[in-house]
């Protein structure tokens, strides 16, 4: 991914020439079960730009239906990684998104128009996203989560500085997807980065749960909000169900956040914590450990090292 977003227009396009028949082998567009044959006939590449993160392409494909053909469904090569269908109505609003993870076809299409998607269907979707966005695929999530518990474990705290962060990046979370608040992905990653490094090594220096720290969490949760926005606007949500998508996505995120809580008391919490050896070869060494990969993506997403 690297070396290509390194390419120049004209060297991403050859690059993608050469790729040509192994990217239409793995997308598949099949009219009432008969394979639609497709072919690329627009090709759209952004230019360099910022190479730490995704560069954006435009492909455009075409086939003929065959006549009386009443419902397309789209799928694809799992390797290709998750696929977004979104599906747009006579005003150009989408009526129906999906999120496709692991090449799994999508709704039938009907090619007349009028695909929609039931509120409640959104909610069970977007339950999942969230949480998956947290549990396996957010490691920064995660490690800031882990951060929060080490210096206490005791669920009262915890779960003031859990329920801080929750509300902050909801905030932020929603005002985004509602266009109301933006930043740049090359500001927000960098400051989450940052956040992590903050909450390990403050859990180095000192022992106690100061009463200003949930605020301090809170103002972070502003930051993770909008990373997680950057996540959301990419999958896209329904007009129709702007807000059971929004709300659920909010409850995956907290569902995973909770996943990570309930894994760390299992592992070490609930026999450990107690212990007056805690802090010197939990909490210590793992903050350490947080506080150098937290470190290390800084300088990644800032461009300090390549």
């Known amino acids: 991914y690297d070396d ?17 028949p192994r990217f239409l082998q793995g997308v598949r567009l099949t009219a009432d079960g008969a394979d639609v044959p497709l072919e690329v006939v627009g090709v759209e590449l952004d230019p360099v730009g910022d190479t730490d993160f995704a560069r954006l392409s435009r492909l455009q494909l075409s ?6 053909a009443e419902n397309v469904v789209y799928s694809f090569d799992p390797a290709f990684g998750p696929s977004v269908i979104r599906v747009p109505d006579a005003q150009g609003e989408y009526s129906y998104s999906a999120y496709l993870g692991d090449g799994s076809p999508s709704e039938p299409i009907p090619v007349a128009g009028g695909l929609t998607v039931s509120a409640g269907q959104v909610f069970r979707d977007y339950i999942g996203i969230g949480f998956t966005h947290i549990v396996p695929k957010g490691l920064d999530h995660i490690l800031f989560v882990v951060g929060l518990f080490l ?6 705290p915890l779960l003031i500085q ?3 962060f929750t509300v902050a990046h909801s905030v932020t979370l929603a005002l985004a997807m509602l266009g109301l608040i933006s930043l740049p992905a090359s500001i927000v990653e960098p400051l989450i980065a940052a956040s992590i490094v903050f909450i390990a090594v403050e859990n180095l220096v000192t022992s106690r749960l100061s009463p200003w720290r949930p605020f301090v969490v809170f103002g972070f949760g502003l930051l993770h909000g909008l990373g997680f926005a950057g996540v959301l606007t990419a999958i896209g949500l329904s007009p129709a169900h702007f807000a059971s998508g929004l709300i659920a996505f909010n409850v995956g995120v907290e569902a995973g956040q909770l996943a990570v809580v309930a894994a760390c008391y299992a592992l070490f919490g609930a026999w450990f914590s107690d212990r ?14 947080i506080a150098c990969v937290a470190v290390w993506w800084f300088a990644e997403r800032t461009g300090l090292v390549a």
Do not use: H
């Not at 290509?4 to 040509?20: I, S, V």
């Not at 210096?151 to 009262?156: A, D, F, I, T």
């Open 162 to 164: 859990i329920t801080s």
């Open 151 to 156: 210096l206490s474990p005791r669920l009262k």
């Open 4 to 20: 290509l977003r390194l390419l120049d227009e004209a060297g991403l396009a050859a690059e993608f020439e050469r790729f040509r």
């Open 63 to 68: 086939g003929p239906l065959p006549a009386g």
């Open 276 to 289: 007056s050896w805690y802090r010197a070869r939990v909490t210590m060494p793992m903050s350490l450990a």
